[in-house]
T-cell receptor, first 113, second 115 residues
Framework: DADVTQTPRNRITKTGKRIMLECSQT?????MYWYRQDPGLGLRLIYY???????NKGEISDGYSVSRQAQAKFSLSLESAIPNQTALYFC????????????FGPGTRLLVL | AQKVTQAQTEISVVEKEDVTLDCVYE???????LFWYKQPPSGELVFLIR??????QNEISGRYSWNFQKSTSSFNFTITASQVVDSAVYFC????????????FGAGTILRVKS
C-alpha cells in the first residue's frame, strides 16, 4: 500500500462549489504539506502543518483552507472554487529524523468549470 | 527570498546520449537543502536526491550523478547513457533548515529521450 494517499484522484467541479481534497499517510511523519502544480510554474506551497495543532500559510493560501484532523490526515478545502484553481494538487509529508525529505502522494487532478 | 531557476524548459536527446539538467538557486541562508525530484508521465513525484549545504561532494548513483557547486550556486544533474524510461519532468528544489522543510521548486525541465 502507498505511504501517502490522496482522494479523490480526479475531480471535476463547478465554479462556486465547495470541495475537499483529502490526504492520509502511514509513514508516521509529523509534518504535512499541500502544493499545487501548474504548467511552467513548478510546485507552489499552499499550506503546511508541523503537527496537529500547527497550521501555517504557504506562498499561495488565498482561496484555500486546511484541517489537520490527526497526525496522519491533512485536508485541503476550496471554499468556493474558481477556474484558476484548476491544477494538480499534491500532498507531501516529512519528518525531522529523515532530514526533512518530503515524500509526495500521487496527486489530485482538479478541474473547475 | 529563495529562488530556484531551471533555465532549460525542455531537452530532447537520443537514447544513450548523456544529458545534464541545470539548476541554479538563490538563498540568503547559510544552511539549506537541495533536492531533485522526477515526475514521470504517470504524474507522481519521485524523490531522487537530497544534498545539504555543508556537503559539496559530488554524488553518483548508477547512471545518475549530481554536481553541487556553492561558488556558482548550482546543483546540476547528469544522466549518463540516457534511456527512454528517463523521459520525465525533473524538478530541482531548495529548502532552508531553520524553518522546516518548505520547498521552493524550480519550474521543471521536460526531458524527452527518443529511441
Amino acid at each position: 500500500d502507498a505511504d501517502v494517499t490522496q482522494t479523490p484522484r480526479n475531480r471535476i467541479t463547478k465554479t462556486g462549489k465547495r470541495i475537499m481534497l483529502e490526504c492520509s499517510q502511514t509513514k508516521g511523519h509529523d509534518r504535512m504539506y499541500w502544493y499545487r502544480q501548474d504548467p511552467g510554474l513548478g510546485l507552489r506551497l499552499i499550506y503546511y502543518s508541523f503537527d496537529v495543532k500547527d497550521i501555517n500559510k504557504g506562498e499561495i493560501s488565498d482561496g484555500y483552507s486546511v484541517s489537520r484532523q490527526a497526525q496522519a490526515k491533512f485536508s485541503l478545502s476550496l471554499e468556493s472554487a474558481i477556474p484558476n484553481q484548476t491544477a494538480l494538487y499534491f500532498c507531501a509529508t516529512s519528518d525531522f529524523s529523515n532530514q526533512e525529505t518530503q515524500y509526495f502522494g500521487p496527486g489530485t487532478r482538479l478541474l473547475v468549470l | 527570498a529563495q529562488k530556484v531557476t531551471q533555465a532549460q524548459t525542455e531537452i530532447s536527446v537520443v537514447e544513450k546520449e548523456d544529458v545534464t539538467l541545470d539548476c541554479v538557486y538563490e538563498t540568503r541562508d547559510t544552511t539549506y537543502y537541495l533536492f531533485w525530484y522526477k515526475q514521470p508521465p504517470s504524474g507522481e513525484l519521485v524523490f531522487l536526491i537530497r544534498r545539504n549545504s555543508f556537503d559539496e561532494q559530488n554524488e553518483i548513483s548508477g547512471r545518475y550523478s549530481w554536481n553541487f557547486q556553492k561558488s556558482t550556486s548550482s546543483f546540476n544533474f547528469t544522466i549518463t547513457a540516457s534511456q527512454v524510461v528517463d523521459s520525465a519532468v525533473y524538478f530541482c528544489a531548495l529548502s532552508d533548515m531553520e524553518y522546516g522543510n518548505k520547498l521552493v521548486f524550480g519550474a521543471g525541465t521536460i526531458l524527452r529521450v527518443k529511441s
